[in-house]
């Protein structure tokens, strides 16, 4: 038999992507040592739509069986792969892994309509079951599966054993899904050194298992071996849940690290880090600590289980930017015990640290398998799980904000994601190309040490001190010369008009010209996760407010998309005259924003 491991489209460009298909790599992997027939796919770096390329995957290698996998969030992109596959041939059998079907299995195979569903580790289950489907054998001793019996009945198996020996597993099929390419887009490798973790927080679902377990150094330093001399990796990411507790295993790791003179980046608790081990983290090419920091309010993380405090917070962030480590933390809104006082003191916190450490803000999200995935499901919140997964897992209110404050709040941190985190001390524009590349010369925020560097005008950047190795952000347009009558000349006095994109580059245009917040500043975007928020005081609305109110002038403030939204408007939106996009002119005194008119074509 013949079998194709894909990987979906992500919502990424073919360029980049955010995250690579390790689960689905360490599949193949064993798979392939096993001796079975695999053949794989990245559909991230494959051109055309996801029907048109597992046609031609299946037909030109003869495919029996199809097999993807991901977490519950990617529902609509799996059950796209599923059924491109069942168009081609209706008797392909169609086999899904990953937290989609570990945290529900039921729900996830209904809404799917897959054949067989793999729960929990997948690299012995998959050998299990290949060898079933090869022989012609039932596959209801196989253990970890969730199938469909010949009256279209739902069965689960017996309960799969954990992987104990994570040594003996192969090293994931980098190959397999263009681990070489996604290398060089996102500047980094990947490591898994463990699975699962043995706490419980609320939030959190372990698709890997319940009991936690490492990988040996030799194992894992094998590993980096290989990613350096085939991938030429020079950068690490170590995904870890636990990295620190042990400081005798992070000593032996720094020691071992330090020798490939690799840049590289870890997962830490705050309740494990002191002084010494983060020199150590530093002196063996450590540069970025990533902080599961969830609240700032002490009743919140005992709410979620965290087993850490404030205190060990603050203490942690001290002691990492003393060691000159850079940190990325986040902060998640909407517990069960969530409310406006425990709102606020995250808050105060957040706007306290932004200028030091780059702290993220989103709300909760209730996955499947979570705790308060369950409490949501037992209280009416979500009432029927199959339709939950099918919408993406919206968002569910299950804090103790009423409607109106949930909303407000997932408002303001939609807009204060936007806030810029670790400015320079100061930076100053040395010239500017006719693209917007800007040479900088900066002081870093925390050696104040001058450098070069080059920043695009209008996205800024976050750039690394080359003495301390801090990161600093610098935005070019905030050192323009901002005149909003020469802004907004290009504008007609009168009629609404809307802007496409809120995101980063509305949030700061708003921030210096104050005549958008008139109401005739109409804002839209696309992502049905914004519309309906207010971002700077405007209501986020989807784009047929266009056709309804017959808008004539738009200004695209997307400009990362900014192609594609003007192809967009010329096609669609019959009502547009005008299309406007953020440009700059170049004068002896400085650079000065304007809007620039873009005739539909």
């Known amino acids: ?25 360490y599949v193949s992997a064993s798979m392939k040592r096993a001796g079975f027939a695999v053949f794989t796919a990245n559909l ?18 003869a495919i ?27 008797r392909i059998i169609t086999v899904v892994g990953g937290g989609i079907i570990s945290s529900d299995p039921e729900p996830a195979m209904r809404v799917l309509n897959a054949d067989i569903g793999v729960i929990g580790e997948g690299e012995v289950t998959m050998c299990e079951l290949a060898r079933a489907l090869e022989n012609d054998q039932p596959i209801d001793a196989v253990a970890g599966l969730i ?62 298992g ?29 995904s870890s849940e636990l990295f620190a507790t042990s400081h005798q295993r992070v000593a032996e790791f720094c020691k071992r690290i330090k020798g490939y003179n690799l840049s590289w980046s870890c997962c830490l608790r705050v309740c494990d880090v002191d002084a010494e081990m983060l020199r150590l983290m530093k002196e063996s090419g450590c540069l970025n600590v990533v902080f599961g920091l969830e609240s700032a309010d002490n009743s919140i993380l005992k709410s979620m289980r965290k087993g850490i405090t404030v205190r060990q917070i603050e203490e942690a962030l001290e002691l990492t930017y003393a060691a000159r480590l850079m940190i990325e933390g ?6 069960i015990n969530e409310c406006r006082e425990t709102v606020a003191n995250t808050l105060a916190f957040w706007q306290r640290h932004t200028g030091r450490h780059y702290l993220n803000l989103s709300m909760i999200s209730v996955f499947p398998g979570s705790f308060l995935y369950s409490h949501a499901c037992d209280n009416g919140l979500i009432g029927d799980r199959e339709q939950f997964l099918r919408d993406g897992c919206p968002l569910v209110n299950v804090s103790r904000l009423d409607a109106t404050e949930y909303h407000a709040l997932r408002s303001k941190v939609a807009e204060l994601r936007f806030h810029p985190h670790v400015p320079a001390g100061s930076f100053e524009i040395e010239s500017i190309r006719p693209d917007g590349e800007c040479r900088i010369d900066y002081a870093c925020r925390a050696c104040a040490t001058h450098s070069d560097t080059r920043v695009p005008f209008w996205f800024g950047q976050e ?26 000349a290009a504008l007609p006095t009168d009629g609404e008009i809307a802007l496409w994109g809120a995101g980063g580059i509305f949030y700061k245009l708003f921030q210096k010209y104050d005549l958008l917040a008139a109401q005739r500043f109409l804002l839209v975007d696309v992502n049905p996760a914004q519309q309906g928020l207010s971002i700077c005081g405007k209501e986020v609305q989807a784009a047929d407010v266009i056709v309804r109110k017959r808008i004539e002038t738009v200004i695209i403030t997307a400009l990362s998309r900014k192609a594609e939204i003007h192809a967009t408007l010329t096609a669609t939106f019959p009502s547009v005259r005008r299309i406007l996009v953020p440009t700059f ?17």
């Open 1 to 25: 038999m013949n079998f194709l491991l894909v990987m979906p489209k992500s919502l990424g460009t073919i360029d980049h992507f955010n995250i690579f298909p390790i689960g689905l790599a």
């Open 44 to 61: 991230d770096y494959l051109e055309g739509d996801t029907a048109a390329l597992v046609r031609g995957l299946l037909t030109e290698h």
């Open 64 to 90: 029996d069986v199809i097999c993807t996998g991901g977490l519950s969030r990617d529902c609509a992109k799996l059950k796209e792969v599923i059924d491109a596959a069942r168009a081609v041939n209706p």
């Open 147 to 208: 199938y469909r019996d010949a009256a279209n009945s739902l069965v689960i198996t017996a309960p799969r054993a954990e992987i104990a020996d994570l040594d003996g597993i192969p090293f994931p099929d980098f190959d397999g899904f263009g681990y070489g390419r996604w290398v060089a887009s996102s500047g980094s490798g990947l490591v898994l050194t463990d699975r699962s973790c043995p706490f419980r927080c609320t939030f959190c679902f372990h698709p890997t």
């Open 210 to 238: 319940e009991k936690y377990r490492q990988r040996s150094f030799d194992s894992i330093f094998a590993e980096i071996d290989h990613q350096v001399r085939q991938y030429g990796v020079t950068c690490l990411g170590l």
């Open 330 to 335: 986040g902060f998640i809104f909407g517990d």
């Open 463 to 488: 750039v690394r001190c080359p003495a301390c190795g801090l990161t600093n952000f610098i935005d070019p347009f905030q050192k323009a010369l901002h005149n909003q009558d020469a802004f907004l």
């Open 585 to 601: 002119d170049i004068t002896p005194e400085g650079v000065v924003p304007r809007l620039r008119t873009v005739e539909p074509t």
